[in-house]
Protein backbone atom coordinates (compact mmCIF):
# COMPACT_ATOMS: atom_id res chain seq x y z
CA UNK A 1 0.00 0.00 0.00
CA UNK A 2 2.70 2.13 0.87
CA UNK A 3 4.17 2.25 -2.86
CA UNK A 4 0.84 3.50 -4.20
CA UNK A 5 0.76 6.60 -2.36
CA UNK A 6 4.48 7.39 -3.05
CA UNK A 7 3.37 6.96 -6.53
CA UNK A 8 0.19 9.23 -6.46
CA UNK A 9 2.58 12.04 -5.11
CA UNK A 10 5.63 11.02 -7.40
CA UNK A 11 3.89 13.13 -10.15
CA UNK A 12 2.39 16.00 -8.17
CA UNK A 13 4.99 19.26 -9.52
CA UNK A 14 3.76 22.28 -7.77
CA UNK A 15 5.29 25.49 -8.72
CA UNK A 16 6.74 28.13 -6.59
CA UNK A 17 4.04 30.92 -5.68
CA UNK A 18 6.51 33.96 -6.21
CA UNK A 19 7.13 32.31 -9.85
CA UNK A 20 5.20 34.58 -11.95
CA UNK A 21 2.28 32.68 -13.84
CA UNK A 22 2.97 31.45 -17.16
CA UNK A 23 -0.15 29.21 -18.70
CA UNK A 24 0.50 26.67 -21.97
CA UNK A 25 -2.65 27.70 -23.53
CA UNK A 26 -3.80 30.70 -24.92
CA UNK A 27 -7.72 30.42 -23.51
CA UNK A 28 -6.20 29.60 -19.96
CA UNK A 29 -4.26 32.89 -20.54
CA UNK A 30 -7.87 34.44 -21.44
CA UNK A 31 -9.37 33.26 -18.45
CA UNK A 32 -6.31 34.21 -16.20
CA UNK A 33 -6.72 37.52 -17.48
CA UNK A 34 -10.14 38.00 -16.97
CA UNK A 35 -10.78 38.49 -20.56
CA UNK A 36 -12.43 35.61 -21.79
CA UNK A 37 -15.61 36.61 -22.66
CA UNK A 38 -14.20 39.82 -24.04
CA UNK A 39 -14.24 40.63 -27.17
CA UNK A 40 -11.53 39.83 -29.55
CA UNK A 41 -9.66 43.51 -29.61
CA UNK A 42 -10.18 43.17 -25.78
CA UNK A 43 -8.32 39.85 -25.45
CA UNK A 44 -6.07 41.13 -27.92
CA UNK A 45 -4.84 44.21 -25.73
CA UNK A 46 -4.79 42.09 -22.70
CA UNK A 47 -2.36 39.86 -24.43
CA UNK A 48 -0.34 42.74 -25.56
CA UNK A 49 -0.24 44.19 -22.18
CA UNK A 50 1.13 40.97 -20.08
CA UNK A 51 3.56 40.46 -22.73
CA UNK A 52 4.90 42.94 -22.10
CA UNK A 53 6.12 41.73 -18.92
CA UNK A 54 6.27 38.04 -18.84
CA UNK A 55 7.89 35.99 -21.31
CA UNK A 56 5.79 33.54 -23.12
CA UNK A 57 6.68 29.68 -22.55
CA UNK A 58 6.86 27.53 -26.41
CA UNK A 59 3.51 25.53 -25.59
CA UNK A 60 1.72 29.45 -25.03
CA UNK A 61 3.50 30.54 -28.07
CA UNK A 62 2.46 28.13 -30.48
CA UNK A 63 -1.52 28.00 -28.94
CA UNK A 64 -1.42 31.92 -29.37
CA UNK A 65 -0.15 31.08 -32.92
CA UNK A 66 -2.71 28.69 -33.64
CA UNK A 67 -5.63 30.55 -32.18
CA UNK A 68 -5.11 33.57 -34.26
CA UNK A 69 -3.40 35.96 -31.48
CA UNK A 70 0.15 35.80 -32.13
CA UNK A 71 0.31 38.41 -35.29
CA UNK A 72 -2.45 39.82 -33.80
CA UNK A 73 -0.52 40.65 -30.51
CA UNK A 74 2.39 41.61 -32.36
CA UNK A 75 4.54 38.03 -31.73
CA UNK A 76 7.35 37.80 -33.99
CA UNK A 77 7.58 33.31 -34.24
CA UNK A 78 10.68 31.71 -35.53
CA UNK A 79 9.79 28.87 -37.75
Known sequence: ???????MW???HLTDASEPF????????????GVIDAP???QIAAIRDWLTAHTPSEPLLSSLQ??????????????
Open 1 to 7: MSAFNDR
Open 66 to 79: RDGYASASGLTLSA
Open 10 to 12: DDL
Open 22 to 33: IPDVAVVLLYHL
Open 40 to 42: RNE
